[in-house]
């Protein structure tokens, strides 16, 4: 006669969670309990609002050092985004291909925020107070953003990252120590007078070195790469994606951070020290590096001309282009 007195719906859940807590050898009561006496969640609680407006730290007097820092760690944030949606690509076991277009979607829709967002450096900041609170950051450098080497180890198979003079000599089957030491971007933080690494690449290698060679073996059978292999027949929209995920991580995102860095930094090697001592001149064009993910999915000429239209209309303007 009392059950009769209660909502049937709310009958129905507290018979679930009986079943839920009975199933897991624990107390429904005792967490019922519990449920009275805390508190109500806020917004501010949740997102830990004010330890993230308290992370902002700059170095310097210069109020718009203040972007820089909030820019970069927005960054990191979508890095994470998009290593979350890789990672269920990477463990779902038969994957359908519905299920893989809906994350690489998700995964595009990010770096297309993170492109356009590059405006805010160079639309954001006066070079004059970039230039001077810059130097205070040495060696410190972008080039130190572990998240995103993470990406492009999940994203493809190691030896297709490796420094495009050596690429040829290494395969899936290389050890994955050996392919770590000649990845591409090793090569963007190397002293230009010495040849040697740079006290940059020296600290993100005893941070993250040991991560990122376990990172190649754990992915090695189920990159974004190996995934795409799985599915039979994929279609012609499921490769569309993959062919723009490659575009937007290694033409569109790099040529972003290429054009602020022309804005920002002069062109006279010298000035390579404002970036923490990376070679970004060699290291950042699409064109240099050829970085590409999926190389089966392009023709020759495509890989031949990587970048390069980008280059001309961003860079250079529309008049070199017609030229």
Known sequence: MQEAQFDPKILDKIHQLQEKFKASGQDMLS???????????TYWEYINLDVLLSLQQPKT????????????????????????????????????????????????????????????MWKGMEREQFLKFRMSLLPSSGFQSAQF???????????????LSKRGEFDYHSPSDDLFEHLYWQQGAIELATGEKTLTLKNF??????????????????????????LESPSESMTELMRQFD????????????????????????????????NWQKYLPPRFQKVIFFPELWTENEMEEWGKGWVVKEIFGDEIQKG
């Open 31 to 41: 967490y019922l309990e519990g449920l009275l006496y805390a508190d109500y969640l």
């Open 61 to 120: 007097s210069f109020k718009d050092e203040k972007i820089f820092i909030i820019y970069h760690q927005i960054t990191e944030l979508y890095f994470k985004l998009i290593i979350s949606e890789m990672e269920q690509i990477a463990d779902q076991h038969a994957i359908s291909e519905d299920f893989f277009k809906a994350r690489l979607e998700r995964i595009l829709m990010y770096f297309d925020h993170l492109i356009s967002s590059f405006a805010m």
């Open 205 to 230: 290698e005893l941070k993250y070195g040991k991560k990122l060679i376990q990172l190649i073996e754990s992915y090695r059978r189920k990159n974004l790469w190996q995934k795409y292999m799985e």
């Open 247 to 278: 575009l937007k991580a290694n033409v569109f995102w790099p040529l972003a951070h290429y054009k602020s860095a022309v804005r920002y930094l002069q062109r006279d090697p010298v000035d390579i020290a404002a970036t923490g001592g990376t």
């Open 149 to 163: 080497r993470e990406i492009e180890l999940m994203a493809t198979d190691a030896f297709n990252l490796i420094t």
